[in-house]
């Protein structure tokens, strides 16, 4: 059973991966995004698309509201260590930190390792697959929620 910051316990073993798929701040180019969670959703999983302009604090509210397994944001505008920061602070802060945060854009490699330190678990750089993506949140968060 999953260990989860709502006191939940929703997901075990077999049931579907819940992943919320945002795209924060101020960026308007939502093609990868929605790409991205179509993906998961033909992949089996449940994704709610929160839709542009979200704020980390919308994000991480309807993360925590949908009983979420993983979040997976979307940034192309350059805001991504301010951004993915503070939906991982706000995660920690409303005890949901067991929830898997991953992204992707335009992330310059040099910044990887820094998010990875603040606790995002994966950053897709342009070029990667929908199917790299699918089999990592199954490998990744599927084991996170058994």
């Known amino acids: 059973m999953k260990a989860s910051g709502t006191g939940k316990g929703r997901s075990v073993m077999g049931s579907r991966i819940r992943v919320v798929v945002a795209k924060p701040g101020l960026d308007g ?3 990868g995004a ?3 969670a179509r993906a998961l959703r033909d992949a089996g999983m449940e994704v709610i698309y929160t839709g542009l302009h979200q704020t980390p ?3 991480v509210e309807t993360a925590i509201q949908e009983d979420a397994d ?3 944001l979307s940034v192309l505008s350059g805001a ?3 951004l993915f920061r503070r939906v991982i602070e706000l995660l920690r802060e409303r005890s949901a930190e067991d929830m898997v945060v991953f992204g992707g854009g335009i992330i310059p490699e040099a910044d990887i390792p820094e998010l ?3 606790g995002v678990s994966k950053i897709f750089t342009p070029g990667a697959t929908t199917q790299s993506i699918v089999e990592w949140v199954r490998a990744n968060v599927a084991t996170a929620v058994a």
Do not use: F
């Open 34 to 36: 929605k790409v991205v």
């Open 116 to 118: 990875e330190k603040l």
């Open 70 to 72: 993983a979040v997976g």
């Open 80 to 82: 991504h260590m301010t």
């Open 29 to 31: 180019h939502d093609r």
């Open 57 to 59: 604090e919308q994000i």
